[in-house]
């Protein structure tokens, strides 16, 4: 969902086109796989196309690739960190609930997290994208700053 949505506040923004956004899962276990159907059914209740997505599992290489990696919860923070093959790689992994202005003032790191709505019903979807696209808005508000005072176009994925 995370994907579907930045890409649409990356529109809103002025910003389609400028950012590369990505999403990859941490793991293999649904490489392949068509997103989840209750992820893309919240999409579509909310006016967002997810058919296309296609799940990937992220690869070490990427940090050559992308500005900023995001992870939705603490454990896969963790994992992006450990696969990262510098200190100035792990420092550009952060928790994408961080860019919620809402939940960023939050000392407590879990309180940044966005659950895995995997196999849980329609309302703990609707809970999960409400923390992605506060997360989305405030991260492409970030970034239009960002673009306006500078010409490179930065890249970002989301786990």
């Known amino acids: 969902m995370a994907e579907v949505v930045l890409r ?29 159907a209750g992820a893309r059914d919240e999409l579509s209740r909310r006016g967002y196309d997810g058919a296309g997505h296609q799940a990937r599992q992220f690869e070490p290489s990427w940090f050559r690739r992308f500005d900023l990696v995001t992870a939705m919860d603490e454990a896969n923070l963790r994992r992006l960190q450990s696969m990262a093959p510098g200190q100035e790689e792990v420092d550009r992994v952060v928790l994408f609930g961080r860019f919620d202005p809402d939940r960023a003032g939050r000392l407590d790191g879990s309180d940044l997290s966005v659950p895995d709505p995997y196999g849980e019903g329609a309302d703990q979807f609707a809970l999960v994208f409400e923390l992605i696209r506060g997360a989305a808005r405030g991260l492409a508000r970030q970034l239009a700053v960002l673009l306006d005072n500078h010409t490179a176009s930065p890249q970002v994925t989301a786990d």
Do not use: I, P
């Open 8 to 36: 649409d506040e990356l529109d809103r923004a002025g910003l389609a086109g400028r950012v590369e956004v990505d999403s990859a899962g941490t793991g293999d276990w649904h490489v392949g796989e068509a997103m989840d």
